[in-house]
């Protein structure tokens, strides 16, 4: 199973392609300089339980930390993540 994760920027959401074919994203919107809430992940069905939600949310975390960003997850499931991976909780704007 071939996972890329792209900024889909004109679309405010990252994307996430299963062997070339779209099989989710995560939507994020601007909520002040340099913070950005996390309100939505969604997979398709034919994708779940196969680790592609958790790629996601990682990837897309890494380029939010590389971008010297913050978040405000709003998703149960971006919640849940960072529960399960401390390493990103500085990520979580303090404010």
Do not use: N, W
């Not at 380029?63 to 405000?72: F, P, Q, T």
């Amino acid at each position: 199973m071939d996972l890329t994760v792209e900024d889909a920027r004109e679309r405010s959401r990252f994307e996430v392609s299963v062997d070339g074919k779209l099989a989710g994203f995560s939507a994020y919107h601007l909520i002040d300089e340099g913070v950005l809430a996390l309100p939505h992940v969604e997979v398709d069905p034919a994708y779940e339980g196969r680790g592609v939600g958790s790629a996601l949310v990682r990837e897309s975390l890494d380029d939010i930390r590389a971008r010297d960003l913050r978040i405000v997850p709003i998703c149960p499931f971006v919640r849940t993540f960072l529960k399960r991976h401390p390493q990103y909780a500085d990520l979580v704007h303090q404010g």
